[in-house]
């Protein structure tokens, strides 16, 4: 299968908590940080398997999507490197909606909405006023490709812990969503709806508006439902120690 691009050189990747992404930090080389405030960014050299070199600067913007839209718009214009960032990812957890869905199942995000904007009577729900769309739509042809090479190798790999690969729509709001009724309100007003979280709509409405290409995958850590607290926090604990395999596998399939 022909690469999804030539090379990417510069990759951004946040994540919510340090947890999700933070154990990237000890496989870069060379590494430089910024601090904006509270936020602390990290750029450095990681070695593809193919021992290509790429750029990669990271960083973890905290919950919601104020915060993931601050980090974003960080990223692009921290000045770490003078090589520009040609992909943004988002990664982390996300509650499941759609009951396909297990835990440790990972979603490719082909959509993403903001559940929690309401412009009515001025817009129809869920419209994002600056793009006057409910939906905020990647590249179909990166997120097809890395979906297909992600996919296989994933099945050729069998990481020990990680499910399914799923492709579909996921809803970002600032909410924990931790009952079936709202649950089931979410997955019923928004069709196609396969998982939630709270930071992958800000982040893809910045990267979207600055003209950079972005993907949002995330693993299912919960059924946002009562028990989505305490699955939530064991899932962290665990997950942590195995964030970073996946992360290793999307960027080999990526550049
Ligand atoms: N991220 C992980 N689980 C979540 C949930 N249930 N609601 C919102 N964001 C989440």
């Not at 430089?32 to 750029?55: A, P, Y």
């Not at 509650?95 to 082909?110: E, F, N, R």
């Not at 924990?176 to 196609?192: A, M, P, R």
Request: aromatic share 8%.
């Amino acid at each position: 299968m022909a690469n999804i691009k030539k090379s990417y050189s510069h990759i951004g990747i946040l994540s919510a908590m340090p947890e999700e992404v933070g154990i990237i930090l000890d496989n870069l080389e060379s590494v430089s940080s910024v601090k904006f405030g509270d936020l602390e960014l990290f750029s450095g050299k990681f070695v593809l398997d193919n021992s290509r070199e790429i750029l990669l600067t990271i960083g973890w913007s905290g919950w919601g999507k104020v915060s993931s839209a601050r980090a974003t718009t960080r990223l692009l214009t921290s000045g770490l490197n003078s090589t520009p960032i040609d992909l943004l990812i988002f990664t982390g957890v996300a509650g499941a909606v759609d009951p396909k869905l297990k835990m440790w199942d990972i979603i490719l995000a082909d959509s993403l909405i903001q559940h929690d904007m309401d412009a009515r009577p001025i817009f129809d729900r869920f419209v994002i006023p600056a793009l006057n769309n409910k939906k905020i739509i990647p590249n179909m042809d990166l997120i097809d490709k890395t979906f297909n090479q992600l996919n296989k190798k994933l099945s050729h790999l069998k990481l020990s812990k990680f499910g399914n690969l799923h492709k579909g729509l996921i809803a970002t709001g600032d909410m924990f969503v931790s009952n079936t009724t709202k649950l089931h309100q979410l997955s019923k007003d928004i069709s196609g709806l396969y998982a939630v979280e709270m930071e992958g709509a800000a982040f893809a409405q910045v990267a979207f508006q600055e003209k950079v290409k972005w993907l949002v995958l995330r693993i299912i850590s919960d059924g946002a439902n009562e028990s989505a607290s305490s699955d939530f926090d064991n899932f962290l604990t665990e997950y942590k120690s195995y964030s970073f395999e996946l992360i290793r596998c999307l960027l080999n399939v990526l550049a």
